[in-house]
């Protein structure tokens, strides 16, 4: 079976930091390209970062710009999200998600997803 396993969140207060992995199992990510969601209640799901399976290309989303920082270890078979200046509105599960189809972070509604993880919470609360 195929996994990849959200790590990382937790209570943190604003302005504070958190670094989220994203570690995969059944399978190797140096292939894949990785997107970060993050999905707050009564929202839906919103692509926040992306990147490639050779780390060429990376994306954010206008929301996290300068904030969150995205990098891999293909020899750990682990994708980090590295966020900081976190804010209230950040609150949500986070989930991290894998294909093998979206080369160069394209994204979009069309993208062939070959797995999810099952997400970890991030509050940001005084």
């Known amino acids: 079976q195929v996994q990849l396993v959200e790590s990382g969140g937790g209570l943190v207060q604003p302005g504070g930091s958190l670094r989220l992995s994203c570690a995969a199992s059944?399978?190797?990510?140096?292939?894949?390209?990785i997107h970060w969601f993050r999905q707050a209640p009564g929202k839906g799901r919103e692509g926040i970062s992306c990147?490639?399976?050779?780390?060429?290309?990376?994306r954010y989303a206008h929301s996290v710009a300068g904030r969150f920082t995205i990098s891999r270890d293909n020899a750990k078979n682990t994708v980090y999200l590295q966020m900081s200046n976190l804010k209230p509105e950040d609150t949500a599960v986070y989930y991290c998600a894998a294909s093998r189809q979206d080369l160069y972070c394209a994204g979009g509604n069309t993208t062939v997803w070959d797995s999810w993880g099952q997400g970890t919470q991030v509050t940001v609360a005084s």
């Open positions: 059944g399978f190797t990510l140096d292939s894949h390209t």
């Open positions: 990147i490639s399976g050779n780390a060429m290309f990376t």
